[in-house]
């Protein structure tokens, strides 16, 4: 009698038929779905385009049906993005420049000390006042006004963290990039910019953050009788607090959180997995992050055939011309007629910008003597008060966010589970949730005083907790793996490994927590609830109230002030952490 064969092997062969279908039908899917997203985000350009060119609507009256949310969600996060795309071209820029130039480093790390010391509310008239003066007919000239306050609350953090990365790179990786003739493109593009992409990542996630921080200031902004209201998720929240339209509030933050999630699963994730691979290894033995969106946009055969004859091209065509111009500029030299850069234009610059610093010097002085002399003793109560908020709550947030961004750092798998998570409460609009807070304080006994402490915390321990998670993920496995092999307590750990690992991200967590906290002062300390104005001593309290009240020369005397104290305790505190971040923790220096 024949044997019939085992009944799995009957079916072997269209199983393997089928897994064959598959594999042929899934990147015609993967090219399907790149397809469709590129008509989307074609079509967007195109509507988005239609509006900010149209005629400049007066007094837009913000609607709180629950159908007008998807085109408000959309026109803030266009906001947003492109907020963000601006602060990474200029936080890369900066940083290189500032790392690289000794004879200017000083004066433009000062100079980005007192930009990320200045309120949105400081920049919020003048801003938009010059936007629309620009552009006075046509609605672009809003929006940019927008854009360029939500920049100026993303950018900082960004800039110092590149920065800091450059200081920081390991000093074997430079000398092998002169060793092998890298020209000035190829160690950024090859060293500098892989090495600071795991820290630039995790403060962009904070910078977009810090954009919904700010974001109903920005589309809900009127001084005096001119409204430069804009539609956007912003508006909307705020209209819906003021009306005390709680379904309303609960439809907008329902919608901030799904845009936030789908941003984190859509971007970030992929982003966060992609940096992954420049973090500096010498072991292939430990756990890689993973996304799924990442995984289709590799093995797409568009996208792969577009960088084909794309940027492969175009990145060959840079190259070969960087190495034609070094080329010639060595034949130059041994010829002994090497082209010198016209430094005589530097000279006339300095004079320009001189002149335009000494008149803006002296128009402000001319303003601050429109400042009554009790004024002063004030702002320096308002000050000190608000320095002792400042540091209590950098003191909290430290306690809990360093030792739960090592725990997500070294963890991968906690990772996946956690930073959806934190990424919303970390964009959550935080004066959305104070006025609950506050009730809350208020029913117990507490005030203002307490609340904008809660509101400081709120709003700035992020910025610790994201750079801590970068630190964590940046320390070498091998690092690890050595101390897990002698056998490390875990106060040798902490004490040998990980505060040495993550010392330059703190560091710069902390600064720009710091400077975040005095930004949010003006929120904290000065509050609109219930048709009521609360407030309590402080220099936050004074810009919001001056701004109120369109008081320029106050407002004018308190932020000088508060820049000089950000830039004081940064030169007496944080610049010499920098400095020993630099020498003593640099990896591998």
Known sequence: MTR???GPSLWRPQLLARSQV??????????????????????????????????????????????????????????????????????????????????????????????????????????????VALIPTRQLGLEMGAILLIFTGQVWNMAFSFYSSLKSLPRELGEASKIYGFSGWQRFWQLELPFGAIGLVWNSIISVAGGWFFLMACEMFVLGDRDFRLPGLGSYLQTAADRNDVSAMIYGICTVILIIVATDQLVWRPVIAWSDKFKIEQSAGAERIDSPILHMIQNSNALTAVRRHTLVPLNEGIYAWLAKRRQAERSDEADGTKRHSA?????????????????????????????????YLTVLKGTIATFLRVNLALLLAAAWTIPAGVAIGFNPRLARIVQPIVQVAASFPAPILFPIILLGLIKIGGGLGI???????????????????????????????????????????????????????????????????????????????????????GLGEQISAASDKGEFPLLLLATIVMALMVVTVNRLVWRPLYRLAETRYRLNA
């Open 4 to 6: 019939l064969p085992d």
């Open 22 to 131: 598959v594999k042929r039908s899934w990147p015609f899917f993967l090219d399907l779905t790149v397809a469709a997203v590129c008509l989307a985000a074609f079509y967007g350009v195109l509507y988005i385009a239609n509006f900010w060119l149209g005629r400049a609507q007066p007094e837009f009256v913000v609607s709180l049906a629950p159908s007008s949310l998807p085109l408000y969600a959309f026109y803030s996060v266009v906001r947003i993005g492109l907020a963000y795309l601006l602060s990474l071209v200029f936080a890369v820029t900066y940083g290189y420049v500032a790392a690289y130039n000794p004879r200017i480093e000083s004066l433009m790390i000062a100079a980005l000390d007192i930009l990320q010391s200045i309120p949105v509310l400081s920049f919020l008239p003048g801003v938009m006042l010059a936007m």
């Open 343 to 375: 430094g005589w234009l530097e000279i006339p610059l300095l004079i320009a910008v001189a002149a335009v610093v000494l008149y803006a010097a002296a128009s402000a002085l001319l303003r601050l003597q429109q400042v009554p002399g009790s004024v």
């Open 451 to 537: 609340g904008s402490i809660v509101l400081m915390l709120l709003g700035t321990q992020w910025y610790i907790l994201f750079n801590v998670i970068a630190g964590a993920m940046a320390i070498p496995s091998d690092l690890k793996d050595v101390s897990e092999l002698f056998h490390f307590t875990q106060w040798q750990k902490w004490k040998t490994l990980i505060l040495p690992g993550i010392f330059p991200y703190l560091i710069t967590g902390l600064v720009t927590a710091s400077g975040g906290a005095w930004n949010a002062s003006i929120i904290a300390e000065y509050f609109h609830l219930k048709g009521q104005t609360m407030q309590t001593l």
